[in-house]
C-alpha cells in the first residue's frame, strides 16, 4: 500500500474543515515542498535545536541543556538555526536522542504539515509514540495531524477567508513574515484554485 497522499484523502480533509481544496493544497506545498516523505521512506523532518534546548530546560535539564549546548551545539543551542541540509536531519534527532528520546522527538516538525512534535498532547494523541507513529505511517496520518493542528488552533476561518497573514502567523509564528510564509501561500493558492 502506497505511503503518498491522494487527492481523496486531500478532498475528504478539506470537506471536514470546510475549506477549499485549494487552500488545504497550499499549505501542503509551502510546508513541506508536496512530499511527507524522504526517498529512503522516513518522515520528512526539521530537527530544531533551540526547541530541544527549550524543551530540556522545561522538564529542569537546566544544568544539562547549558552543558550540551557548549558539547553539541548544532543539536542543544538557546539560538534557532544551523539547521542544515534535509538529509541530516535525521542524524541530529538520532545523536539527540541518545541525549533524550522524548525532548528529541519532540522538537522535531514531523510531515507533510511539519507539525512540531511537543503538539502531540493537544492534537490528541494518547502518547508521543502514538504521533511519531502516525507521522512513519502515511502521508494521510501526516495530513490528518496537520489539520488537527489547523483545528486546535482556530486556523480555519483564516484558512476559509484565504487570510494569508493570519493563518501564516497562527501556523509558523510571530515571525512568519521572515520566511514569506504569507506571500508563499498565497502563490501556492493562485497555482492550485487555477
Same mark, same amino acid.
Given at each position: 500500500?502506497?505511503?503518498?497522499?491522494?487527492?481523496?484523502?486531500? !478532498?475528504?480533509?478539506?470537506?471536514?474543515?470546510?475549506? !477549499?481544496?485549494?487552500?488545504?493544497?497550499?499549505?501542503?506545498?509551502?510546508?513541506?515542498?508536496?512530499?511527507? @516523505?524522504?526517498?529512503?521512506?522516513?518522515?520528512?523532518?526539521?530537527?530544531?535545536?533551540?526547541?530541544?534546548?527549550?524543551?530540556?530546560?522545561?522538564?529542569?535539564?537546566?544544568?544539562?541543556?547549558?552543558?550540551?549546548?557548549?558539547? @553539541?551545539?548544532?543539536?542543544?543551542?538557546?539560538?534557532?538555526?544551523?539547521?542544515?541540509?534535509?538529509?541530516?536531519?535525521?542524524?541530529?534527532?538520532?545523536?539527540?536522542?541518545?541525549?533524550?528520546?522524548?525532548?528529541?522527538? !519532540?522538537?522535531?516538525?514531523?510531515?507533510?504539515?511539519?507539525?512540531?512534535?511537543?503538539?502531540?498532547?493537544?492534537?490528541?494523541?494518547?502518547?508521543?509514540?502514538? @504521533?511519531?507513529?502516525?507521522?512513519?505511517?502515511?502521508?494521510?496520518?501526516?495530513?490528518?495531524?496537520?489539520?488537527?493542528?489547523?483545528?486546535?488552533?482556530?486556523?480555519?476561518?483564516?484558512?476559509?477567508?484565504?487570510?494569508?497573514?493570519? @493563518?501564516?502567523?497562527?501556523?509558523?509564528?510571530?515571525?512568519?513574515?521572515?520566511?514569506?510564509?504569507?506571500?508563499?501561500?498565497?502563490?501556492?493558492?493562485?497555482?492550485?484554485?487555477?
Amino acid at each position: 500500500m502506497s505511503k503518498n497522499l491522494t487527492t481523496a484523502q486531500i !478532498e475528504a480533509q478539506a470537506k471536514a474543515l470546510g475549506v !477549499e481544496v485549494a487552500a488545504l493544497r497550499a499549505v501542503i506545498e509551502v510546508e513541506c515542498k508536496g512530499a511527507g @516523505f524522504n526517498p529512503d521512506g522516513t518522515p520528512v523532518i526539521l530537527y530544531e535545536r533551540h526547541k530541544f534546548y527549550e524543551g530540556l530546560q522545561a522538564i529542569n535539564w537546566i544544568t544539562k541543556s547549558k552543558e550540551w549546548s557548549k558539547q @553539541f551545539p548544532d543539536l542543544c543551542n538557546p539560538a534557532p538555526g544551523a539547521y542544515g541540509k534535509y538529509s541530516a536531519q535525521h542524524d541530529k534527532l538520532e545523536r539527540a536522542a541518545k541525549l533524550n528520546r522524548e525532548v528529541a522527538l !519532540e522538537s522535531c516538525s514531523w510531515g507533510i504539515g511539519q507539525v512540531m512534535g511537543y503538539h502531540w498532547k493537544s492534537l490528541g494523541y494518547p502518547t508521543l509514540q502514538a @504521533f511519531i507513529n502516525a507521522m512513519y505511517k502515511d502521508e494521510a496520518s501526516q495530513l490528518e495531524a496537520m489539520c488537527r493542528y489547523i483545528k486546535v488552533n482556530g486556523l480555519i476561518g483564516a484558512l476559509r477567508k484565504k487570510d494569508w497573514k493570519a @493563518f501564516a502567523r497562527g501556523y509558523n509564528g510571530p515571525m512568519y513574515a521572515k520566511n514569506s510564509y504569507d506571500v508563499k501561500l498565497a502563490k501556492a493558492y493562485k497555482k492550485w484554485s487555477a
